[in-house]
Each structure stands twice: as structure tokens, then as C-alpha cells.
């Protein structure tokens, strides 16, 4: 109960900084990051505390400024081109570990606000793992999927916990999702159950329902979950979330006319190491230092 009225606090205070944010024309600038890089270090391990404590308990954090107008109009623009380029069929989900062919992309997984929030929670020393971009478009576009029966099915993604095909051992994964798009209800926003991650790995099987965007068709049956106490992490254009490998997520699909885009970029400490599973082989190809010092390099082809 007290895990409940926790959640439902940090989703109150999170709603309240988000009017906050809509009232003001540049709600993220450069001014205003520098009076936060003034911090006392008293203040400044004050608020790294505050972060540790509520991801720790809650596996997540939303809301969080990254982006400031002039980044997020240059981020969204370089995005456009590539999504004329290359469709919006391909931009979809096959953005995959661009971060290595484009410097703005590698760009937005170094930005100071995201690395400042995942040292916190991982330590300095910190390596980039994998990025790619995950775009929802509006269902009235044809490109969705169709089943045997010869309906549409929209696009969405199953109950499911990242570790559970990342293979890693030895420490956590925090993944990063940055929204170029506001990512609200309608449109398909992260949906999480808070304190999922503290059960550890749960069961997945193959998706019944057609249309799960996870390149694996994976989900965790609906029966092992407490699903109504899943909250949404709405986030403004420029804004990010965080959550740990074990924290059960989805989304719905994008019933709206408005496209919902963003960047996921996943981060583990140095300390963490690739586990060796003959049925289902991984490569580690895009995998680079992001912060600190790499001492142990269990990547390093």
C-alpha cells in the first residue's frame, strides 16, 4: 500500500511539473540548466540521493528535462530527413545503433542531463550498449499490421522486461527514452508498473495478440501481473524517462493522428559483462564508453 500512494505522489508531482512546463515558452534553456550546474555539493548529492532512492524503490523516473528548444527543433529536423530518406515503414523500429553512423545521434547519448541522471543511478563509469529509435505513427496511416483475418492491427508493445533478452550479467541496464514527440495516453506513452522490478525475472512466452512491436514477439502473461496498478509516464518533447532492465513496461498503440518518436538509448556499468547463451547469440557491435573509465573491458571485441 505504501509502494501505491508513493506512485501515485510521483505521478501527481510529475503532472503538476508538467503544466509547469506548458506555460512557460522556453521551459528548458540554457540559463536555467547553468543555475542547476550551480548547486552546492551539499544540494547536489542531496538530489543524487533523492534519484538513487526513488528508482531504487520504483525502477523509474519520468518527466525529466534533456532537451532544450533549440536542441529538440535541430534533433527533430535531422530526424525528418531521415525519415524521408528512408520511409516512415523503415524509421519505424529499424533505426537501429545509429549512434556509430551519425554524430548527432552519438551527440544526444553524451548530452550532460542524461549522463548527469545515469551516473547517478550506475556510478561514473558507464557504457553505451545500444540505442534505437522507436517511432509510433498514427493508425490511420495503411502501414499497420494485418492479421490472418484480414484485420488491422495497430502497432503496440506487450508487458515485457528488457533483460530478459538483452543477456547481461554482473549489473543493471538502465534504459533512456527520449521523447522527440510529446508521448501522451492517445498517442501510446510508457505504461509501467512501479516496483515490478524488485520480483525479478518473470515469465515471457510468445504474443498471442498480432501487432507487438518487440523484434522478438515477447510478452509476460497478463494472469502473473498486477496491471491496475500500471501508471502512464507521459513526457513532453525534449523530456526523458528512465527505467531498469527488470521493470515490467508496454504501451498501447498510437490511437491518435499524431506521430509519438523517441530515442531509447541503454547504459550499463562497466562492471556488467555479455552472458553466453548458445540458443540465442548476441552481438555487442555498437557498444561504446560513454562516461568514467572502462577497467574491465568485457566488450572489447
Avoid at 2 to 15: F, G, M, P, T, Y
Avoid at 285 to 296: E, I, K, P, S, V
Wanted: net charge neutral.
Amino acid at each position: 500500500m505504501a509502494q501505491k500512494n508513493l506512485a501515485s505522489l510521483i505521478v501527481r508531482e510529475r503532472r503538476l511539473n508538467s503544466r509547469h512546463l506548458l506555460h512557460h515558452k522556453h521551459p528548458l534553456n540554457i540559463r536555467s540548466r547553468k543555475h542547476q550546474q550551480e548547486k552546492s555539493p551539499i544540494e547536489m548529492t542531496s538530489s543524487t540521493n533523492k534519484l538513487q532512492e526513488v528508482y531504487n524503490q520504483q525502477g523509474f523516473l519520468a518527466a525529466l528535462p534533456v532537451l532544450n528548444e533549440t536542441q529538440l527543433r535541430e534533433a527533430k529536423r535531422t530526424f525528418s530527413e531521415l525519415e524521408k530518406e528512408l520511409g516512415e515503414e523503415y524509421t519505424q523500429y529499424s533505426l537501429h545503433n545509429v549512434h556509430i553512423q551519425y554524430p548527432w545521434v552519438w551527440d544526444l547519448t553524451q548530452h550532460p542531463q542524461i549522463l548527469q541522471v545515469v551516473k547517478a543511478i550506475l556510478g561514473p563509469d558507464v557504457i553505451l550498449l545500444d540505442s534505437r529509435f522507436i517511432c509510433k505513427y498514427p493508425t490511420l496511416k495503411p502501414d499497420i499490421q494485418k492479421n490472418e483475418g484480414g484485420n488491422y492491427e495497430h502497432p503496440y508493445v506487450a508487458w515485457h522486461q528488457d533483460m530478459r533478452y538483452w543477456g547481461i550479467a554482473g549489473g543493471p541496464v538502465l534504459s533512456v527514452w527520449l521523447a522527440l514527440d510529446d508521448s501522451l495516453q492517445e498517442n501510446g506513452a510508457l505504461q509501467v508498473i512501479p516496483g515490478s522490478h524488485c520480483a525479478g525475472m518473470l515469465t515471457h512466452r510468445q504474443a498471442i495478440r498480432p501487432g507487438n512491436m518487440l523484434s522478438v514477439n515477447q510478452e509476460i502473461p497478463e494472469e502473473l501481473l498486477q496491471t491496475d496498478e500500471a501508471v502512464f509516464c507521459p513526457l513532453l518533447a525534449g523530456q526523458m524517462s528512465i527505467h531498469d532492465g527488470l521493470l515490467v513496461h508496454a504501451s498501447d498503440a498510437n490511437t491518435s493522428q499524431r506521430r509519438r518518436c523517441g530515442f531509447v538509448i541503454r547504459y550499463v556499468p562497466t562492471c556488467a559483462y555479455p552472458t553466453h547463451d548458445p540458443d540465442r547469440p548476441r552481438k555487442f557491435a555498437a557498444t561504446m564508453l560513454a562516461c568514467g573509465t572502462d577497467r574491465f573491458n568485457h566488450f572489447t571485441t
